[in-house]
């Protein structure tokens, strides 16, 4: 079970910061990351990183979002700076576990310019 959380309201050039808490180790899953949907758009990926440690980004959030894990406190974060109006969706966190996705609830992230 993945329970997202951190979304809300921010201003453009602000600052937001995602959670997702996993029911167990993280290190169960062989990649987690952050999906996004804006309205009329399809489910993008935004950050990944996998069980070594290896990250991968969307283009569009390249050198301002951050994705990073806390293997103590099972959760996986995306630090969101400098956030324009067009990051404004529902952010999605996934988990892997081999070729089985899990999905938790989309936190809504608002960004007004």
């Known amino acids: 079970q993945l329970q997202a959380s951190g979304g809300g309201s921010a201003q453009a050039g602000g600052s937001l910061r995602l959670s997702c808490a996993a029911s167990?180790?993280?290190?169960?899953?062989?990649?987690m990351g952050w999906y996004r949907q804006g309205i009329g758009n399809q489910c993008d990926l935004v950050a990944a990183?996998?069980?070594?440690?290896?990250?991968n980004y969307a283009d569009s959030v390249k050198g301002r979002f951050t994705i990073s894990r806390d293997s103590a406190k099972n959760t996986l974060y995306l630090q969101m700076n400098s956030l324009k109006p067009e990051d404004t969706a529902v952010y999605y966190c996934?988990?892997?576990?081999?070729?089985?996705?899990?999905w938790g609830k989309g936190t809504l992230v608002t960004v007004s310019s």
């Open positions: 167990g180790s993280i290190f169960r899953f062989n990649a």
């Open positions: 996934r988990a892997d576990r081999g070729s089985m996705p899990y």
């Open positions: 990183i996998t069980v070594g440690g290896s990250t």
